[in-house]
């Protein structure tokens, strides 16, 4: 069951405000995995924009969370697989809440499909513009910001299918895998002063889970180290880390969160 506002800034906030004074904006925020990192960013003392392709979801949350938290945080609709829409983005939501030192990208989609002969051209390119094609525009951009402004950090949000791809999500699995990618290349192009790191994540009980067979994944995870799929809100003390003050000296670096599954046979 997914944690109440309330209770995940409680849980949060007990650790301190560890992104206290920093702005963060998280694509795919409005659910799931970047729901749960916004919330523990303004939890932490963050100011967030909260963004993905439905803004009433977003606005929604941005003012159940600015109520919870007293932070800035601002909603806005945006498709993170058109390029000529990102630049605007992050324009609007540096007016209203000023530089975005903390960049999220977490947005994505793995659409299923028959076999991989009947992949068409469009789901082909819709799955490699939001997973890849979008992330490196917003890493290219706002990377290139921080940069002239002094610093920032960049997080992205991998999955374990790009070290274990299967036939049945294999476009999804080979972007995530070219993300994994250009994590190193923005980690050298922008560094010293912005730090560029990826969560590589497991299967999480998400929205997304419940298109899955859960007796057949219970099954499958009584060879994992974990013996279970996560829980959204066991991704954000991994978040915290790679986007907050002790991870100075961690740039280019995959951290896994996946209960073990990449460790399993």
Not at 32 to 61: N, T, W, Y
Not at 162 to 180: C, H, Q
Not at 209 to 226: E, G, I, N, T, Y
Request: aromatic share 4%.
């Amino acid at each position: 069951m997914r944690r109440t506002v309330a209770d995940a800034v409680a849980a949060t906030r007990s650790s301190g405000s560890p992104m206290a004074g920093r702005t963060a904006l998280v694509t795919g925020g409005s659910r799931g995995l970047g729901r749960e990192i916004a919330v523990a960013f303004a939890a932490a003392g963050a100011d967030v924009a909260i963004v993905s392709r439905k803004q009433e979801a977003c606005v929604e949350l941005a003012a159940e969370l600015a109520a919870a938290t007293g932070q800035r945080v601002t909603g806005h609709g945006a498709h993170v697989g058109e390029w000529g829409r990102l630049d605007a983005l992050l324009d609007e939501v540096e007016d209203g809440l000023g530089p975005v030192d903390v960049l999220v990208n977490n947005a994505g989609i793995a659409p299923v499909y028959p076999s991989l002969d009947e992949v068409g051209e469009e789901l082909f390119d819709k799955v490699l513009a939001v997973n890849l094609k979008g992330p490196f525009r917003m890493m290219a951009v706002a990377g290139r910001r921080m940069a002239e402004r002094g610093g920032g950090a960049i997080l992205n949000v991998s999955s374990m299918a790009s070290g274990r791809p299967t036939a049945s999500d294999l476009p999804y699995a080979a972007a995530k895998s070219a993300l994994n990618t250009l994590t190193a290349g923005f980690a050298q192009e922008y560094g010293p002063t912005v730090r560029v790191n990826t969560i590589v994540a497991g299967p999480f009980r998400t929205d997304i889970s419940k298109a899955w067979d859960m007796d057949a994944v219970h099954d499958m995870a009584q060879s994992w180290p974990s013996r279970r799929v996560g829980e959204p809100e066991e991704i954000v003390g991994a978040a915290l880390y790679l986007c907050g003050p002790t991870a100075g000296y961690t740039t280019g670096s995959l951290l896994t969160v996946d209960g073990g599954r990449l460790a399993a046979p």
